[in-house]
Nanobody, 118 residues
Framework: QVQLVESGGGLVQAGESLRLSCTVS????????TGWYRQAPGKQRELAAT???????NYADSVKGRFTISRDNAKNTVYLQMNSLKAEDTGVYFC????????????WGQGTQVTVSS
């Protein structure tokens, strides 16, 4: 089992920055990939950024150059630094962890709200 707790959301103006944090606990050794997904009102959840155990990162085209995913293994925490925020970045941001043991298991945090006013 893996537990994920997000923090750092809030209300900001367009052009400002926020940093989200995801603290991971439980069977951390089994995690293959950790990432951030977001869900805007009335829309499906979509990928924002992921980072593998090896440190490889992947970003949605809409956030490339503005968002940076990173992790601090000593703190068991994954971060999402979001710069130059836009109104369309508004949504609930969810931390995700993928475990691959015989099959894929997805674990999710409770989500944190990010609101960007224009």
């Amino acid at each position: 089992q893996v537990q994920l707790v997000e923090s750092g959301g809030g209300l900001v103006q367009a052009g400002e920055s926020l940093r989200l944090s995801c603290t991971v606990s439980g069977s951390i050794f089994s995690i293959a990939t950790t990432g951030w997904y977001r869900q805007a009102p009335g829309k499906q959840r979509e990928l924002a950024a992921t980072i593998t155990n090896g440190g490889s990162t992947n970003y949605a085209d809409s956030v490339k150059g503005r968002f940076t995913i990173s992790r601090d293994n000593a703190k068991n925490t994954v971060y999402l630094q979001m710069n130059s925020l836009k109104a369309e970045d508004t949504g609930v941001y969810f931390c995700n962890a993928v475990v691959n043991i015989f099959r894929r298991y997805d674990y999710w945090g409770q989500g944190t709200q990010v609101t960007v006013s224009s």
